[in-house]
C-alpha cells in the first residue's frame, strides 16, 4: 500500500529550526509532485513548499526565505527544511503526493511543529 511517513516535529523556540521529513513507499516516487502543508486548529490547510518531479520548487509568502523543500529520489523522500521559525508556523504539517495523469492524492498522517515564543 501507498505510504507517507512524516518525522522530524516538535516544539522548538522562536528562532529556531526543525527539518522535517517524508518517506514515500507504495509509488514511482520520481514521477511525483511533493509538497508540504500545514493546518493549525481552526484554519484551512494551506500550501506551504512544493517541489515538482523535475525540480521544481515554490514557496508561500509567509516561509519564503526562511524555509527550503528539497527531494532525494534514491531514497524516496522529501524534505523540509525550516529556519527562523516563529509562533505563526505552529501547525500540524503534512506531506502530500500527486501526479496530474495518476490517481489518487496520497497525504501523510502529520506531524506536529510548535514554537513557542
Known amino acids: 500500500q501507498v505510504q507517507l511517513v512524516e518525522s522530524g516535529g516538535g516544539l522548538v523556540q522562536s528562532g529556531g529550526s526543525l527539518r522535517l521529513s517524508c518517506a514515500a513507499s507504495g509509488i514511482i516516487f520520481a514521477v511525483y509532485d511533493m509538497a508540504w502543508y500545514r493546518q493549525a486548529p481552526g484554519k484551512q490547510r494551506e500550501l506551504v513548499a512544493e517541489?515538482?518531479?523535475?525540480?521544481?520548487?515554490s514557496y508561500a509568502d509567509s516561509v519564503k526565505g526562511r524555509f527550503t523543500i528539497s527531494r532525494d529520489n534514491a531514497k524516496n523522500a522529501v524534505y523540509l527544511q525550516m529556519n527562523t521559525l516563529n509562533p505563526e508556523d505552529t501547525a500540524a504539517y503534512y506531506c502530500?503526493?500527486?501526479?496530474?495523469?495518476?490517481?489518487?492524492?496520497?497525504w501523510g498522517q502529520g506531524t506536529q511543529v510548535t514554537v513557542s515564543s
Open positions: 502530500r503526493a500527486r501526479n496530474s495523469r495518476l490517481y489518487p492524492t496520497y
Open positions: 517541489v515538482t518531479s523535475g525540480g521544481t520548487t
